[in-house]
Structures are given as structure tokens and as C-alpha cells.
């Protein structure tokens, strides 16, 4: 494999953090990547990338709250344009626009359509072990249980180093 950059063929295997926030969220995940040896330049798997950008519409999708910004991710995660989430949701491409503008509230229903439309649309992706934190004071948030996902058949890659997690422990004695 040959580096776009310098044409040089010491191109390795390596991984790579990569983090995307949106509203008070940082979602971040270890993303294989390859490395010119000679230039330096770093790119992540464009499958990882992709992945990484669906796992994260889900994550939004469980959680139940979104933001303007999380909402225009949302629609664009499943790849409707405002006429294509307008005709799936009932509604007009000025409503759409007016949510993701955060000029006036998505009504709870609505949200709660393009919820599952999105969970349906991305039912079939790998599952990926992508962090959340709140960005403002970094309170780590649980990634809710996808067990559709865990049902899929797919491997479970997990980074090698994780960070930590907290375990609360019953005792029982
Ligand atoms: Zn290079």
C-alpha cells in the first residue's frame, strides 16, 4: 500500500481516537487507521469512520433527547434530505428545517417517529463501542444496551486500551 500523500510504501497498521461532538455531547471512539512511515500521515478506515457515525446515531436515537444539531445528524446518519424526513414524518421540509434551526420545538411524537427511523434504518450496521461524555463537565453518560445490534451476528471489536469503567459492586456479606 502506497501513502496518497508521498508515495512512499512504509504504510502501517495503527489506531486512531476520533471524536465528534454534538451539542453537549463528545462522542469519541478508537478507530483502526494507517500511518505513512516516512510522512506521518494518518487516516482512519473509512469502514470504522462510518461505523463509528452510525453507532452514534443510535446512541442519540436510545437516548430519547436531541438537540437541533443532533437532529439534523440524525437525519443526515440515515441520508434524507428535509423532503425525504418531511414525507417519512408527516409533516413539511419547513417544519424540519424549523427544529433543526432550534426555532421552534419537535413535537414529542415526531420525535419519537424519527427515533425509530433511524434505529430501523441502522439496525443492520456493526456494532461499535463508541464512548459518551457530556462535553461541558465531561460527566461520563452509560451508552444504552443495543441488543439488536449484539443479535446480529457481528464481532464485537473492542479497542485495546479502554479506558476504565466504573463498577458498582454489591456487597454481600
Ligand atoms: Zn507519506
Known amino acids: 500500500m502506497t501513502c496518497p500523500a508521498c508515495n512512499a510504501t512504509l504504510v502501517v497498521e495503527c489506531s486512531l481516537r476520533h471524536e465528534r461532538s454534538l451539542g453537549d455531547k463528545l462522542f469519541s471512539a478508537r478507530l483502526r487507521a494507517r500511518r505513512c512511515k516516512v510522512c506521518g500521515l494518518t487516516a482512519p478506515d473509512v469502514f470504522d469512520l462510518g461505523a463509528f457515525e452510525l453507532a452514534v446515531a443510535r446512541v442519540i436515537a436510545h437516548s430519547g433527547e436531541a438537540s437541533p444539531n443532533e437532529l439534523r445528524f440524525l437525519r443526515g446518519a440515515i441520508g434524507y434530505d428535509r423532503v425525504d424526513a418531511a414525507r417519512a414524518l408527516l409533516c413539511s421540509p419547513d417544519d424540519v428545517s424549523a427544529w433543526e434551526a432550534g426555532h421552534s420545538p419537535i413535537p414529542a411524537f415526531t420525535l419519537q417517529a424519527l427515533r425509530d427511523l433511524v434505529l430501523l434504518r441502522t439496525a443492520g450496521v456493526a456494532w461499535f463501542p463508541i464512548q459518551v461524555q457530556r462535553a461541558r463537565n465531561a460527566d ?13 451476528g457481528t464481532v464485537e471489536r473492542r479497542p485495546r486500551h479502554r479506558r476504565p469503567h466504573l463498577t458498582l459492586r454489591t456487597n454481600t456479606r
Open 140 to 152: 461520563p453518560l452509560s451508552q444504552p444496551p443495543d441488543p439488536l445490534q449484539r443479535d446480529s
